[in-house]
């Protein structure tokens, strides 16, 4: 996550190793029976990236090659394209192996919304599925699109990083006055400021910009089945330490901050740990089997 170094200034080190490696939920992940590759990767679209002698191609369901291990990276298939590297550059690929995106950039992101970010020479921009440059490459950050909108950063007079976002027009539609984001998930995104004391605080807007929950939080998550994993930061007498509870959309506590660590909500549960106990519970807060 492009955010963490910045908002993380004064965060104990032993928080953010333990909110970033906390478990995760694991999807499943097909793969084709094949044998002699060093990596295989997951099925994606009917095709799959796989590594052999240091390169990288493309098998199908029957484990046949489709596009030959010809580059120095490869990624799975996302709305029909998929990301490769030769030679310290990256571009992109259709599923007959046709490079539809020349190999001319210094780093990309997958297609999301039928819009990639690339990044040349520092600057980050946007580009269609066609490779056309739709949002010119002049923001010093940027993330993929999501529900609409992308964040962008800028620096500032003083060299620091300000965010806001932009629509697919590429016109500014939140202005640049944040130390962070993260982009938006049903409907809301999380903000951050640093407070006087140079802490981080989260809040969250609609897309609109208006503030909708407000900057009292320091460690959270987006949206996910409308609730947001929310951390509160304390100290004792040796550290700073965080605990975990989740809010609705208008900002109501609806499980409380008592989780020494916390995962998002997917199919109705979450992933929680307590008093270094491991376990999940439902939207209610109620430890389920």
């Given at each position: ?6 908002t993380?200034r ?8 333990s909110t970033?490696l906390?478990?995760q ?12 590759y ?6 994606s ?9 240091g ?6 369901e029957a ?9 120095d990276?490869?990624?799975?298939f ?10 310290d550059?990256?571009?992109?690929i ?8 020349p190999?001319?950039y210094?780093?990309?992101r ?12 520092r600057?980050?921009?946007?580009i269609d ?5 739709v949002?010119p ?22 060299g620091?990083?300000?965010?806001g ?7 500014v539609v ?8 993260i982009?938006?998930d049903?409907?809301l ?14 809040g969250?807007i ?11 939080y320091?460690?959270?998550n987006?949206f996910s ?7 509160k930061?304390?100290?004792?007498d040796k550290?700073?330490f965080?605990?975990y509870?989740f ?7 609806v ?10 909500f997917?199919?109705?549960l ?20």
């Open positions: 996550m492009n955010y963490l170094p910045q993380l004064k965060l104990p080190l032993i928080a953010l190793a970033v906390f478990t939920n694991v999807w499943a992940c097909e793969k084709p029976q094949v044998t002699g060093d990596h295989i990767h997951c099925l679209e009917g095709l799959v990236a796989v590594k052999k002698d390169k990288y191609g493309y098998l199908n484990g046949k090659v489709v596009i030959p291990l010809q580059y990276f490869a990624d799975i996302i709305e029909s394209l998929a990301v490769v590297r030769k030679n550059k990256y571009g992109f259709d599923k007959t192996g046709k490079v539809v995106v190999l001319q210094d780093h990309v997958s297609f999301n919304e039928g819009f990639a970010m690339v990044v040349k020479d600057k980050y921009g946007f599925k066609t490779g056309k440059v949002i490459l002049q923001y010093d950050d940027a993330l993929v699109f999501q529900e609409g909108l992308a964040h962008v950063g800028k620096r500032d007079k003083d620091f990083m300000k965010y976002f932009v629509d697919k027009s590429g016109k939140i202005p640049f006055q944040y130390d962070n984001t982009g938006f049903e409907g995104a999380l903000v951050r400021k640093f407070d006087k004391d140079g802490f981080i605080k989260e969250f609609d897309k609109k910009g208006n503030l909708v929950i407000p900057f009292q320091e460690m959270s987006g089945e409308g609730l947001a994993r929310i951390g930061m304390y100290k004792d550290d700073h965080f605990k509870g809010i609705d959309k208008t900002g109501k506590v499980i409380p901050v008592q989780y020494d660590n916390a995962d998002d997917r199919e109705g979450a992933t929680v740990e307590k008093d270094g106990e491991t376990f999940r519970i439902n939207k209610q807060g109620q430890r389920v089997k």
